[in-house]
């Protein structure tokens, strides 16, 4: 059975229940914003309707859409975008110390897409030297905790609130990636 998943922009591409074709992982290009745009609409809009109902809360598109932007046009950040036979699927912001905004297309989920961008986005940090990385996640998010604490990402005790309405918790994880923890540098 073959699913079909459509980014904003006109990318539209297809994945059998096998999972999609070959992944690769790659920088994103500045001309890619709006497919960033549309990967992360579609899975917080899949995901995340149980905490920001569309129909009360519509998605910030272009808050959403300014940041990817800004994240394209600074050097210290490295967006990855994950792609399936030429076309973006997923993506993810890293920044020494820090990884924010993964997002996969609803339909890839539990394809090993994310994984990918995961392992590249750690990878990365690690090029940089990092020792430990931080996230922040939606407290009531339970697919991406899970998916965080399944990798080694721990809890760390820091809490804060979105900026969108209705503005729910989130909760902060850390990630040790070496070194640094025997030196006793991880953040507390």
Avoid at 121 to 146: H, P, T
């Amino acid at each position: 059975m073959a699913r079909r998943g459509q980014v904003a922009g006109g990318y539209a591409w297809w994945m059998t229940d096998n999972g999609p074709g070959v992944v690769r992982v790659r920088a994103a290009r500045p001309d890619e914003v709006e497919a960033l745009l549309g990967i992360q609409q579609a899975a917080s809009v899949a995901g995340f309707r149980h905490i920001f109902p569309p129909a009360r809360y519509p998605f910030p598109a272009a808050a959403v859409r300014a940041r990817w932007r800004a994240a394209l046009g600074t050097a210290e950040v490295c967006v990855l975008v994950a792609e399936c036979d030429g076309l973006p699927v997923g993506v993810v912001e890293v920044a020494p110390e820090r990884l924010d905004g993964l997002f996969v297309l609803p339909c890839a989920w539990g394809s090993w897409v994310a994984d990918r961008l995961h392992d590249a986005a750690v990878q990365r940090l690690r090029g940089w030297g990092c020792g430990w990385c931080r996230l922040s996640v939606l407290e009531q998010n339970q697919r991406a905790r899970r998916f965080y604490e399944r990798r080694g990402w721990r809890l760390d005790g820091r809490r804060t609130r979105t900026p969108f309405p209705p503005h729910p918790p989130m909760v902060g994880y850390t990630l040790t990636l070496g070194a640094a923890s025997a030196a006793g540098l991880v953040p507390t």
